[in-house]
């Protein structure tokens, strides 16, 4: 399917609430996000810069100075102030559906689609750059396969889910689409 086979009722439909991307660091959920919200045609949204914004810091900034949970706390707050706005498509960050309260509140007002991908694909992808303040000086691999062994639950209460591979953005925008497409109307 490419966007070309949307017909103006799929848009519609995929429009009228906000999408938002969950799942692991690196899973592609800002770049993928982006270019879903360019075929909808809807604003993209991403939540820690969002969350940057409001604090005038960046997320390791507010990791070394005031620790996860604060950060934690105003990544919910955010995520709940963007979640009243018209929709969009909103990336999170990786641990923000982990938190029950934000969980509840994307699963009510949004529709939550999981990126999935493996753990492999993801350490490579997380190593690229240093702005990852869970991994930063440790094994990615490591550090991912304990995130998804603690995450995963929560992902699994995402109302899509969406397996992505070491393919071009494009694919897994298609296949969020195609997800997207194949849910029970509301």
Known sequence: MT?????????????????????LMGVGKSSVGRRLAG???????DADNEVEAAAGRSISEIFAELGESAFRDGER??????????????????GAFVN????ALINEKAVSVWLKADIEL????????DNRPLVRGKDPVQVLTQL?????????????????????????VEAILAALRARPAE
Do not use: C, N, W
């Not at 029950?100 to 969980?103: G, V, Y």
């Not at 993801?122 to 750059?129: M, P």
């Open 148 to 172: 998804a062994k603690t995450r995963d639950p929560a992902y699994a209460e995402a109302q899509v889910h969406v397996q992505t591979g070491d393919t071009p953005h494009m694919v897994a």
């Open 100 to 103: 029950p309260e934000t969980r």
């Open 39 to 45: 075929v909808l045609d809807l604003p993209f949204r």
């Open 3 to 23: 966007e070309h086979a949307l017909t103006s009722e799929d848009l519609a439909a995929l429009r009228g609430k906000t999408i938002v991307l969950v799942g």
């Open 122 to 129: 993801l350490a490579r992808r997380v190593s690229r750059k």
């Open 77 to 94: 707050r955010v995520i709940g102030r963007l979640l009243d706005e018209p929709p969009h498509v909103l990336a999170t960050g990786g």
